[in-house]
């Protein structure tokens, strides 16, 4: 008998657990809000289609936990 597990949230790391899991023989169902998988990790595509990042993304000192 094959385990069914429910993830919700389509992010890295949802995508990560379903694709371990996947590979484990589990069969899972994926919820995500939004109609695009790939949460803060996708890139977006701008109005030439062209690829770009969809958050600005930066170390510096003021990420304290970081440091």
Same mark, same amino acid.
Not at 13 to 21: D, F, Q, R, W, Y
Not at 58 to 63: G, P
């Given at each position: 008998? !094959? ?7 389509? /992010?890295?790391? /949802?995508?990560?657990i379903?694709? @371990? =899991?996947?590979?484990? /023989? ?5 919820? @995500? =809000?939004? $109609?695009?998988? /790939?949460?803060?990790?996708? #890139?977006?595509?701008? !109005?030439?289609?062209?690829? $770009? @990042?969809? #958050? ?8 304290? $936990?970081?440091?």
């Amino acid at each position: 008998m !094959t385990k069914k597990v429910a993830i919700f949230g389509g /992010g890295i790391t /949802g995508l990560t657990i379903a694709h @371990e =899991l996947i590979n484990n /023989g589990f069969d899972i169902d994926l919820y @995500e =809000l939004n $109609n695009i998988v /790939g949460g803060m990790a996708r #890139s977006k595509r701008d !109005t030439l289609y062209v690829p $770009n @990042e969809h #958050s600005f993304r930066t170390i510096t000192n003021t990420y304290h $936990n970081t440091i």
